[in-house]
C-alpha cells in the first residue's frame, strides 16, 4: 500500500475468487493468456521470467510497456515496475486465502504521470479513472479463472531485486548450449 | 615480407574532415546507389523489402536482433545491409569463359575489391595440379574429386573443415556431423578470429559464452558502454537500439581509439527527426583511450567503486548479489586494490579525473550494460580485459536483472549459431555424446584444430586438404604471407561460396569452387522450397528463407553441397540419412532438437514469427562455472607500450566494407577517399615522428620472433587517433599480425595493438 506520504495517485482494488490460492497464482503467472479474458491487453511478450511487454489499446489506440518483476514469492504476491520513464508506474498484485477456500486477489498500481497525465490523473478522481479498468480486469480475471476451474500452467519461480532465485530441482543449466562461443 | 595482396591503381587520395554523425540521408542513396548498380530496381526491391522481416532474409551483414515482429520497420536495414544484400543479388556472372580468360596467377594479383566486383559464380569449377587456369567440372565429378582425396588421407585430421558466419544453423550442423562422422574435430571458424575471446571470458566467469543481454535491456538500460566497437559502420542498425535508450533517458559512454561518427550522433533516415534535425548524440562522455587500455580502465573504475563503498558502506555495492551469487570476490577486492595511477594513465591515456567522472555516471545509474567488440577482443589480454569488465558488472550486481548485462556485438550474422550447432574444434563431451547416441557412431574426442593452429598444421604439411564452407579464410587470417604458403602448401582446397576472393587464387594444387546459393535465393529442394535458421547475437533463433531466382541453375544449396559429399566421403559409415537431410532441412532441424540443448521441438517453434529466443541461464539465476557462482577474477595489470618511435597499431574496417570485401576505395565517416592504402596517425605523433600527411611509408612490425613484416607504400592521413597509436584497414594489414601473436587463452590472433614503425617508401 502506498505511505500516507506519497501524494502519487494509487489506485487498490480486490476481488475473490472462488478457487484456491495456489489455482489464482499459478494462472496469474501466465501472462501470455493475459489477452484471453481482458478487454485492453492486447498481447504480452514474456521476454524472460523477470522482463515482459505488454501492449494495451483503447480503440484504435494502443500502447507498448515493458515491465520488470522486481519481487515474486510463489502463492504470495508480485511486485514489478515499469521500465519505461513516461509514464512509469509500480503495481503489486497479492494473494491472500480466504475463510471459503477462496482467494482474495488484490492490486495496487502507483503512477508516476508527467506533464498533462500529471494533471489529469493526480487527483482522487483521476486516480478513479485507472481504478474502474483495474477492477475491471479482475473481475474478468474472476470469471475466466472460475469459469475454467483450473490453471494453464504455472511459474513456480522466486524473484528477488529482480532476479531469479535459482531454486529449482532441475537447473536450466540442461537446457542451453555450455560451451563458448567465438 | 611484404604485403602480398596486389592491386589495381587506385584513384588519388583526397581527405575531408571525419564525419561528426553517421547515417542520415546520405545514407540511404549511397545504400541505394550501390544496391542498383549492382542489380536491378526490382531485384533490389524485393531483397530490401523482405530483410529483417518475418518470413524473409535475415540479413548476412550483421548478428545483431531484429525489433519483435509488429515493431519492425517496413525497411528494417542498414546502409551496409543494403549494400551487401545487393551486392550478393548482383545480376552479374562469373562463367568458365572468365576462368579461361583470367589465370588463378593473374587473378593472385587481384584486388580484393576486384575480386567482389566480378559477380556470381555459377558452375562448380577445378584446378587441377600443375595448371594455372580453373576449368569447369561436373558436381558428381568435382565432389568426387574431393571425396577421394579426403579418403585418401592418411588420417582424418589431415583434413580441416572451415565455416564462416553465413553459413545456416543447418549447413552448420551438417558440416560438423559429417567432420565428426568423417573423423576429426578439425573445424576452426571465423569465431576464432572474432569474439573467441568473449567466449573463453564469459564462459569462465558466468558460465555462458553468450552475451546476457536482449534489445529490451538495452532499451530499458540507464548507462551504456560502448567499448572497442564501430557500431556506425560494422553493427548500424545498433544505434536505432541506442536512440531508443537514450530516449528513455539512457547516458552512453564511449571508449574508443578513434572518435567514430556512429558513437559521435546518429541521424536515423526512418524518422523525421533524421532527415532534417541534428539526430540524436549517442556518447555523452568519449574516452579516447589508448588501444589495449581497457583494462587499465575498468581495473581503475573497479577501484574507484570499491573506494566510493569504503567512503559510503553499504551504498556502492550490491552486496546481497555478491553475497549469495558470486565467488572470489575477497581475493579481487585485495588485487583490486593495488590498482597504480600512473599506469592507467600511462596505459589508458586517461586522466583520473576523466575515470573519476565516469565513475560517477556508473553510481547515478541502476541498470548498466556494457557492449564491446573487436577493439577488446582482438587484444593480446582481451580475455582479461572482459573479465574485468564482468569484475565491473559484478560490483553492482548488473547482471540478470532488467536493463543490465554483458554485450559481445558479433559480426557474422550467424556466427552465433554456427557454434551452437557444434563448429569448435573443443566441443565438450556431452555434446559428443549425445551424436553418437543419435547416429550410432563414435565421434572422436581428442580436441581439433583452431584457425591459428590449422595454418600451422597445413605449413607443416599436417593438413592436407581445407575445406571452406563460405568465408574468404586467406584473407581473414593473420599473418597473410604464412598464411597464403599454408594454403599453397595443401594438396587440395575447396570452397563453398557465392563470389569470387582471394582463398580462390591462393590454393592447394588441386583446388575447387563449389558454387553456391546465397541467402536472397529460393532454395528448392526435393520435398518442396526450404527455409534455413539463424541465431542473433542475443540468442534468438529465426527463419530465413530467400525470394529471388538463384544466380544459375547449377547452383546447390550449402546443405545440399555438404550431403552429397557426406554421402560420397563416407559411403554408408554410420547411420545418417544425407539424401532426407538433403530434400527436407526439417529432419536436419529434428536432429537438432535432440542434440543441441535449448532446441525442443525446434520446427515447431523456429515459424512462430519471430522465432524463439534460447535461455540464458545468467537472467535464471544460474552461473555455471566451476564455483557454481558468477565469478570475480584477479587479472594481472597490462600497459600496452610501444619504444620510441613506435606507434600501436590497430586493423580496422572502413565504412564501405564488409568483412574483407570492401565495396568501394572509400571510407565515407572517416573522410577517406580514392585509397585504402592508408595509415591514420594523430598530429601530435606525426610531427614527434619528423611524418606529415600525405607521405609515403612502409608499415613495419616489430614481432617477437624477429621477422620483420611490412606492408608496404601507405599514406599517411592525419586523423585523431588516441595518441602514440594508429589506425589502418583489414585486411590489407593482416601482413603485419605475426601467426604466433595471439591472444592469452583464447589464441585469438591479436590484430590490435600491433607494434608498428613507419619507415619512409623506398627507404
Known amino acids: ?182 | 615480407m611484404q604485403n602480398p595482396s596486389g592491386q589495381e591503381p587506385e584513384d588519388t587520395l583526397s581527405v575531408t574532415p571525419p564525419k561528426k554523425w553517421a547515417a542520415g540521408v546520405p545514407a540511404v542513396v549511397h545504400a541505394l546507389e550501390y544496391s542498383l548498380e549492382q542489380t536491378s530496381p526490382r531485384r533490389t526491391g524485393v531483397d530490401l523489402l523482405t530483410m529483417n522481416q518475418v518470413g524473409g532474409i535475415d540479413c548476412p551483414g550483421c548478428a545483431w536482433a531484429d525489433p519483435k515482429p509488429g515493431n519492425r520497420h517496413r525497411n528494417e536495414y542498414c546502409e551496409n545491409g543494403a549494400k551487401h544484400i545487393n551486392d550478393e543479388a548482383t545480376t552479374r556472372r562469373i562463367t568458365a569463359d572468365f576462368f579461361r580468360e583470367h589465370s588463378v596467377s593473374e587473378l593472385a594479383a587481384r584486388s580484393d575489391m576486384w575480386l567482389n566486383q566480378q559477380g556470381r559464380l555459377t558452375e562448380p569449377m577445378i584446378k587441377r595440379p600443375g595448371s594455372d587456369h580453373y576449368e569447369p567440372i561436373a558436381w558428381q565429378d568435382a565432389l568426387g574429386v574431393l571425396a577421394g582425396e579426403l579418403t585418401s588421407l592418411d588420417s582424418p585430421d589431415e583434413a580441416v573443415f572451415y565455416t564462416s558466419g553465413r553459413a545456416s544453423n543447418e549447413a552448420a550442423f551438417v558440416l560438423q556431423l559429417f567432420a565428426r562422422a568423417f573423423g576429426t574435430n578439425n573445424l576452426p571458424d571465423c569465431s576464432n578470429m572474432c569474439h573467441e575471446s568473449s567466449g573463453f571470458a564469459l564462459s569462465e566467469t558466468l558460465g555462458t559464452g553468450k552475451g546476457t543481454v536482449s534489445l529490451d535491456d538495452l532499451h530499458h538500460a540507464e548507462l551504456i558502454f560502448l567499448v572497442g566497437q564501430n557500431p556506425g559502420s560494422n553493427h548500424p542498425r545498433q544505434l536505432s537500439a541506442l536512440e531508443e535508450a537514450k530516449r528513455n533517458g539512457a547516458r552512453i559512454v564511449a571508449v574508443n581509439p578513434l572518435p567514430e561518427a556512429g558513437l559521435r550522433r546518429f541521424k536515423n533516415p526512418q524518422k523525421p527527426r533524421g532527415v532534417v534535425g541534428r539526430g540524436t548524440q549517442i556518447a555523452d562522455r568519449f574516452l579516447h583511450i589508448k588501444p589495449g587500455g581497457d583494462l587499465a580502465l575498468f581495473q581503475a573504475l573497479n577501484l574507484l567503486l570499491l573506494e566510493a563503498e569504503d567512503a559510503r558502506p553499504g551504498t556502492v555495492l550490491d552486496h546481497d548479489f555478491i553475497d549469495a551469487h558470486t565467488s572470489g570476490f575477497d581475493e579481487f577486492v585485495e588485487h583490486a586494490r593495488s590498482v597504480d595511477w600512473d599506469e592507467v594513465r600511462t596505459a589508458t591515456g586517461l586522466t583520473r579525473e576523466e575515470i573519476e567522472k565516469v565513475r560517477d555516471e556508473v553510481l547515478r545509474s541502476e541498470r548498466v550494460v556494457v557492449c564491446w567488440a573487436m577493439g577488446i577482443t582482438q587484444h593480446k589480454h582481451g580475455v582479461p580485459t572482459i573479465r574485468e569488465i564482468v569484475n565491473f558488472l559484478l560490483l553492482r550486481g548488473n547482471l540478470g536483472r532488467a536493463g543490465t548485462g554483458a554485450c559481445p556485438v558479433r559480426g557474422h550474422s550467424n556466427v552465433q549459431g554456427d557454434r551452437t550447432m557444434g563448429i569448435w574444434e573443443q566441443m565438450p563431451d556431452a555434446f559428443l555424446d549425445a551424436l553418437q547416441k543419435e547416429f550410432g557412431f563414435d565421434p572422436p574426442r581428442p580436441h581439433g584444430l583452431d584457425s591459428v593452429n590449422s595454418i600451422k598444421a597445413m605449413r607443416e604439411g599436417r593438413v592436407k586438404v581445407f575445406l571452406a564452407l563460405a568465408g574468404n579464410f586467406v584473407r581473414a587470417a593473420p599473418d597473410s604471407e604464412v598464411t597464403e604458403e599454408a594454403m599453397r602448401s595443401c594438396r587440395l582446397t575447396a570452397h563453398i561460396s557465392t563470389k569470387l576472393n582471394r582463398s580462390h587464387t591462393v590454393c592447394g594444387d588441386t583446388a575447387l569452387i563449389l558454387p553456391t546459393l546465397g541467402r536472397t535465393e529460393r532454395d528448392v529442394q526435393a520435398d518442396g522450397e526450404q527455409f534455413v535458421t539463424v541465431e542473433n547475437s542475443m540468442s534468438e533463433v529465426h527463419t530465413s528463407q530467400g525470394r529471388l531466382e538463384p544466380a544459375s541453375r547449377l547452383l546447390l544449396s550449402e546443405v545440399a553441397i555438404l550431403c552429397r559429399l557426406a554421402r560420397r566421403t563416407l559411403d554408408g559409415k554410420a547411420d545418417i540419412p544425407w539424401d532426407r537431410f538433403e530434400a527436407d532441412y526439417g529432419t536436419i532441424r529434428d536432429r537438432i532438437a535432440r542434440i543441441v540443448p535449448g532446441f525442443h521441438d525446434f520446427n515447431a517453434r523456429v515459424t512462430r514469427p519471430g522465432g524463439f529466443q534460447l535461455p540464458n541461464p545468467v537472467n535464471e539465476g544460474v552461473f555455471d562455472t566451476a564455483s557454481g557462482k558468477a565469478m570475480f577474477s584477479c587479472n594481472e595489470r597490462v600497459v600496452p607500450r610501444a619504444p620510441e618511435g613506435h606507434l600501436l597499431l590497430q586493423t580496422l574496417r572502413s565504412h564501405d566494407q564488409w568483412n574483407t570485401v570492401p565495396y568501394t576505395l572509400n571510407d565515407r565517416y572517416r573522410g577517406i577517399h580514392g585509397s585504402r592504402h592508408v595509415v591514420m596517425v594523430n598530429s601530435a605523433d606525426l610531427s614527434r615522428l619528423g611524418l606529415a600527411q600525405g607521405d609515403h611509408v612502409d608499415l613495419v612490425s616489430v614481432a617477437a620472433d624477429g621477422t620483420e613484416r611490412r606492408a608496404a607504400d601507405f599514406s599517411i592521413v592525419s586523423y585523431p587517433t588516441a595518441p602514440g597509436s594508429a589506425a589502418a584497414y583489414y585486411p590489407e594489414t593482416n601482413v603485419l599480425v605475426p601467426l604466433d601473436s595471439v591472444a592469452d587463452i583464447s589464441n585469438q590472433p591479436a590484430s590490435k595493438g600491433i607494434v608498428v614503425r613507419l619507415e619512409p617508401s623506398g627507404a
Open chain 1, 1 to 182: 500500500m502506498a505511505p500516507a506520504h506519497d501524494s502519487r495517485p494509487h489506485v487498490e482494488e480486490t476481488v475473490e475468487v472462488a478457487v484456491p490460492v495456489r489455482t489464482a497464482y499459478n494462472q496469474w503467472t501466465q501472462f501470455k493468456t493475459f489477452p484471453r479474458f481482458s478487454t485492453v491487453v492486447h498481447d504480452v511478450e514474456q521476454v524472460r521470467p523477470t522482463v515482459t511487454v505488454w501492449t494495451l489499446g483503447y480503440g484504435p489506440m494502443r500502447h507498448r510497456f515493458a515491465v520488470e518483476i522486481v519481487e515474486q514469492d510463489p502463492d504470495t504476491c508480485l511486485i514489478w515496475r515499469g521500465l519505461d520513464q513516461h509514464p512509469s508506474h509500480q503495481g503489486e498484485v497479492q494473494f491472500r486465502p480466504t475463510r471459503s477456500g477462496g482467494t482474495a486477489v488484490t492490486v495496487r498500481i502507483r503512477l508516476e504521470p508527467r506533464g498533462v497525465a500529471k494533471l489529469l490523473l493526480g487527483s482522487s478522481k483521476g486516480a478513479q479513472v485507472v481504478a474502474r479498468p483495474v477492477r475491471r480486469e479482475l473481475l474478468s480475471f474472476k470469471d475466466y479463472i472460475e469459469g475454467v476451474g483450473q490453471e494453464g500452467g504455472a511459474w513456480r519461480g522466486t524473484i528477488r531485486n529482480g532476479r531469479v532465485q535459482h531454486d529449482h530441482p532441475e537447473p536450466p543449466r540442461s537446457r542451453v548450449a555450455r560451451w563458448p562461443v567465438g
